[in-house]
């Protein structure tokens, strides 16, 4: 019993050493914006990923990222083995909160109590809601931990990821919590991580030309519950909903983030893709195609919906 739990205490000391020093690297590089929005433009040439994209060092540190999440992972996962009282949870991108105190609530058999604890932990600098804050990862959680403690682990890697390295620049272009609010959008509306730039362009874009961003996901938000499906399917009569969430029937942002975006979405909206683009539909193998005006978009969409 004393070998095993040195050998916990040894497993979890090596993540602790290793998951430092992969996420001091991670923190190296500030998150800065091509945003003008003054001028109500994307500054193409200060793109991060126009930058880097084909070259070598692109492709290193694309391997890097990767490697690091699976090191992560597979060390936390060791030392929860290693430690059969810890247990090993991971937090996906784009869950919102009532999905994710469901999903926290299952692995770690909380009460009502602790879900409300969770829920209603307090808001992190003064926002309106703690959406969009819970930073999704993977936690080493101890036995019998509860909301409140879990919740502000959670916000506390996202101030480790995110606020550490939000340049003074930065938000004085963009607040965090407009960031957030598109990012949370990108993460549910995006095919993949490829897609996410030209999200973020597609929405500037209409923020830029006062328009509303009709935005699926968001009718989603509005609809979604635990007995609904938390990301239901759309049909054209949701469009008229009224909620403040509903972007199809209100111009601008929604109120808070819809779900909470991992940081690649937090840097797609901060530096979205320049484009002419104001509209955008998946095909069936969720490749997208945008254009730039709706005529165009309708073509797209009888191409390829069929209808």
């Known amino acids: 019993m004393k070998k095993k739990l040195l050998w916990g205490i040894i497993v979890i000391s090596a993540v602790a050493i290793i998951y430092g020093f992969l996420s001091s690297s991670e923190k190296s590089e500030l998150l800065t914006t091509n945003i003008d929005v003054v001028n109500k433009t994307i500054k193409e040439e200060d793109s991060f990923d126009d930058r880097r994209d084909g070259t070598f060092l692109s492709l290193v540190e694309s391997i ?111 607040s965090v919590d407009v960031a957030l609010k598109i990012a949370s959008i990108i993460e549910r509306e995006a095919g993949g991580k490829n897609d996410m730039r030209l999200i973020s362009g597609i929405i500037w874009n209409r923020i830029f030309k006062d328009m509303s961003l009709d935005m699926d996901a968001t009718l989603q938000y509005v609809k979604g519950n635990e007995g609904n499906g938390w990301w239901p399917k759309i049909n054209s009569e949701d469009k008229f909903i009224e909620s403040p969430y509903n972007t199809y029937r209100n111009k601008g942002l929604t109120p808070t983030p819809i779900s909470n975006p991992q940081l690649a979405s937090i840097e797609a909206a901060l530096n979205p893709k320049k484009t002419n683009c104001l509209f955008y539909l998946h095909d069936k193998y969720r490749r997208i195609h945008c254009s730039a005006t709706y005529k165009e978009h309708v073509k797209n969409i009888t191409r390829y919906y069929g209808k």
């Open 64 to 174: 890097f990222q990767n490697l690091s999440q699976v090191l992560r992972d597979d060390m936390t996962m060791l030392a929860a083995a290693a430690s059969p009282s810890v247990k090993f949870v991971k937090v996906y991108p784009g869950m919102r909160k009532e999905e994710l105190v469901s999903f926290l609530s299952q692995k770690l058999a909380w009460n009502d109590f602790e879900e409300k604890q969770f829920l209603n932990i307090a808001k992190p600098m003064d926002m309106d809601d703690v959406e969009g804050y819970y930073y999704p990862d993977a936690y080493l959680l101890p036995p019998g931990i509860g909301g409140y403690e879990t919740g502000k682990m959670m916000i506390n890697r996202f101030n480790d990821k995110v606020m550490t390295r939000y340049a003074s620049s930065t938000k004085k272009i963009i």
